[in-house]
Structure formats: structure tokens, C-alpha cells
T-cell receptor, first 112, second 115 residues
Framework: LAKTTQPISMDSYEGQEVNITCSHN???????ITWYQQFPSQGPRFIIQ???TKVTNEVASLFIPADRKSSTLSLPRVSLSDTAVYYC?????????????FGGGTRVLVKP | NAGVMQNPRHLVRRRGQEARLRCSPM?????VYWYRQLPEEGLKFMVY????????ESGMPKERFSAEFPKEGPSILRIQQVVRGDSAAYFC?????????????FGPGTRLTVL
């Protein structure tokens, strides 16, 4: 079962790049890595997903080294509205049962 | 295309009562997941269901908690004889299938308060 750990909190300033690393030492061959953003009193919102190397979309990039034991979410040029908790999810979904493990979340505070 | 719907958004129960939480997945999604989030904590997996089948309930407490996803209608998370420790936000997520790359989309959550 993949055990995921992430920093508890991280401060940044508007316009900076924020990088959050999630460690998942026990990641299985078939596990995907997904990142979510959560604002207070709301459900998690999908940001990005990857399996290996680098994935980029309109809001973030995800870097996954060759051994896949960690992944880094990169948020370019953050704004105040990016203040939220960010979770990594490592999981394998299969017919016999899934094993989904969320990291503890990283609270990102963007300051003006 | 409506997202994942959950109701009620807020639910207050007294100790010993039953709580029923409903989740309607996104259109076309046949897989539902339930998670619990205690105050100031992260998300904990509870159960994974397909239509009429419980696939994985390894995160569910052994007593008082049950879940179903009938052929017709929403998925239901049922908590019998609630206790104060059940106070939490309960989120459901849905995905189109069980493929490894299928993304889960979350609902807004139901906040349960047990008095």
C-alpha cells in the first residue's frame, strides 16, 4: 500500500513559483499520481494527473522522476486565489479492489 | 454537464440517530467513492462502489456504517446510531470507470454534525 507524505505547509508570494513534493516510496507499478486542490468548505478539485516523466496543463505541471518514488506539483506564478490545501493521491484502481492513499495535504498560503 | 451532487450539504443529528448521505455521480459515471475528512485533517478513503456492487470497503468502520449504490438512484452512505466522533465532512467522488487513468471528481461534501 502506497504511503504518501507531503510537507504540512508552505508560504509563498504572488507571482512566485510553488513546488510541492509528495513522497510515495511504496508506489506500485500500476499506480497513478493525482493532485487535488481544496478550498475551505469545498470538495477537492482535480488539478493534474500523471504516471511518469512530466505532465503539463493550463494550471500546473507535474514532475515524476524515473523511480516514481516522489512527484512534484509545480504551480507557476501563484496568485492570492491559489491559497488552498493541495493533496496528492496515489492509487491503483482495479476490479478486485482499489488502494487509494491521500497525502496529508500541504497548506499553501500565498501572500501579497 | 452537472458535477457530482451531494445532499444534504449540512446535516445535524443527535447521538443515537441515523444519518443518510446521498451522492449522485456525474452523468455517465458508474463508479463512486466515499471519503471522510475530520476537521483540520486530510481525506480518508472509506468505500468504493460500482452499480449494485461494493468493490472495496476496507476503509469503512466495521460497525454502524454501510454504503450502497443501487441500479437506480444515488449512492447512499448510512451511519446508524451516530456518535460525536462521526462529526466530519463526507465527500463522494465519481469516475467513469475503473481504468487506472480514470480521474475522480468530487462533490461539495456533506457536513455532518452530531450533537
Amino acid at each position: 500500500l502506497a504511503k504518501t507524505t507531503q510537507p504540512i505547509s508552505m508560504d509563498s508570494y504572488e507571482g512566485q513559483e510553488v513546488n510541492i513534493t509528495c513522497s510515495h516510496n511504496n508506489i506500485a507499478t500500476n499506480d497513478y499520481i493525482t493532485w487535488y486542490q481544496q478550498f475551505p468548505s469545498q470538495g477537492p478539485r482535480f488539478i493534474i494527473q500523471g504516471y511518469k516523466t512530466k505532465v503539463t496543463n493550463e494550471v500546473a505541471s507535474l514532475f515524476i522522476p524515473a523511480d516514481r518514488k516522489s512527484s512534484t506539483l509545480s504551480l507557476p506564478r501563484v496568485s492570492l486565489s491559489d491559497t488552498a490545501v493541495y493533496y496528492c493521491l496515489v492509487g491503483e484502481v482495479k476490479a478486485a479492489g482499489n488502494k487509494l492513499t491521500f497525502g496529508g495535504g500541504t497548506r499553501v498560503l500565498v501572500k501579497p | 454537464n452537472a458535477g457530482v451532487m451531494q445532499n444534504p450539504r449540512h446535516l445535524v443529528r443527535r447521538r443515537g440517530q441515523e444519518a443518510r448521505l446521498r451522492c449522485s455521480p456525474m452523468k455517465g459515471h458508474s463508479h463512486v467513492y466515499w471519503y471522510r475528512q475530520l476537521p483540520e485533517e486530510g481525506l480518508k478513503f472509506m468505500v468504493y462502489l460500482q452499480k449494485e456492487n461494493i468493490i472495496d470497503e476496507s476503509g469503512m468502520p466495521k460497525e454502524r456504517f454501510s454504503a450502497e449504490f443501487p441500479k437506480e438512484g444515488p449512492s447512499i452512505l448510512r451511519i446508524q446510531q451516530v456518535v460525536r466522533g462521526d462529526s466530519a465532512a463526507y465527500f463522494c467522488a465519481s469516475s467513469p470507470g475503473g481504468k487506472l487513468s480514470d480521474t475522480q471528481y468530487f462533490g461539495p461534501g456533506t457536513r455532518l454534525t452530531v450533537l
